[in-house]
């Protein structure tokens, strides 16, 4: 007798691909639009098929500048990522050992995550113009010449990186957390009666094994700074982001031209995991040699 399926199964199955086309489906249909032709317009049907959008972007014909928007994101991106790594690495490491207050300082850092974003942001901002309202402060009452043209202490990689480290770093060293504590400190324990110095075990072997782990964190680190938007609203000082100004042309831009963009924006994303998975595939590749 064959064996056949129960109904159940054919239920969920129908479930998760309606759960699957809910959540690429709005993805799919921007990439689709962003090939209209000069004269398409933001809604089916296609007028025409051309990658006439991508080549206005391209030359930068549109409402704002978005290639420099484009490089603001990709270097507070890429500052976040290495910052991330480093640090959820020398956290992770940390927390292997007891010390004063850990308890405390782990609550503190995840409690990031529950906090409103919006919050977050404004927290910082906040904090930024007491900082700012200081600085003037002292500078008027000593008479300090050289700050006589101080504006704001606010920017990309002030105010603007703090917002998003607050965001990245909790998944980091969450994911520090996981990879620890399930780590085989025998092999530690091993090298050291070996002989090998403390810089020698890290390096020969616990960066081996937790490599992969790290091209995860450095994803994290990566992708959420990229697609920011509130902690970044209140806090990034007077230049935007990509995804801030892809959200000011929700209000202006009345042509396929900001499809495009979101596609750009969305591959880039794309190409980051796919660079990643290759990383790790390598790594282990290299292990085994």
């Known amino acids: ?62 409402v704002i500048d978005i290639w420099a928007s484009f490089r603001r994101s990709a270097k507070l991106g890429l500052v976040v990522m290495v910052l991330t790594t480093l640090i959820s690495l020398a956290a992770g490491y940390a927390f292997r050992r007891r010390f004063f ?7 503190l850092t995840v409690a990031s995550l529950i906090v409103p974003s919006i919050v977050v942001s404004l927290g910082i901002a906040l904090e930024f113009r007491l900082v700012d309202d200081t600085v003037k402060a002292l500078a008027e009452a000593w008479q300090v010449e050289w700050l006589a043209d101080y504006a704001t ?27 620890f504590n399930r780590f085989p400190a025998q092999l530690e324990e091993a090298a050291r009666d070996l002989g090998a110095s403390p810089w020698q075990v890290f390096r020969h072997v616990v960066l081996p094994l937790i490599g992969p782990s790290l091209v995860g964190v ?49 591959g880039v994303s794309v190409l980051v995991i796919g660079l990643s998975f290759a990383a790790i595939a390598l790594w ?6």
Do not use: C, K
């Open 153 to 179: 202490a606010m920017g990309l990689f002030t105010s603007g990186l703090g917002a998003h480290l607050t965001w990245t770093l909790p998944f980091g060293l969450l994911i520090m957390f996981a990879v």
């Open 218 to 266: 450095a994803l994290f680190g990566f992708t959420l700074s990229w697609d920011e938007i509130a902690r970044s609203s209140q806090a990034i000082g007077d230049t935007n982001t990509l995804p801030l100004e892809l959200q000011g042309l929700t209000s202006t831009v009345t042509t396929p031209e900001i499809y495009a963009l979101g596609t750009l924006t969305t």
């Open 1 to 62: 007798m064959e064996d056949r399926r129960p109904g159940s199964f054919w239920l969920l199955a129908l479930f998760f691909t309606v759960f699957v086309v809910f959540l690429y489906g709005p993805t799919l249909t921007i990439l689709v639009l962003s090939f209209q032709g000069p004269e398409g317009g933001l809604t089916f049907p296609l007028q025409g098929f051309s990658t006439h959008w991508y080549e206005t972007l391209w030359r930068g014909a549109g």
């Open 101 to 107: 207050g850990q308890s405390l300082l782990f609550h």
């Open 284 to 289: 282990r590749r290299l292990r085994r040699a």
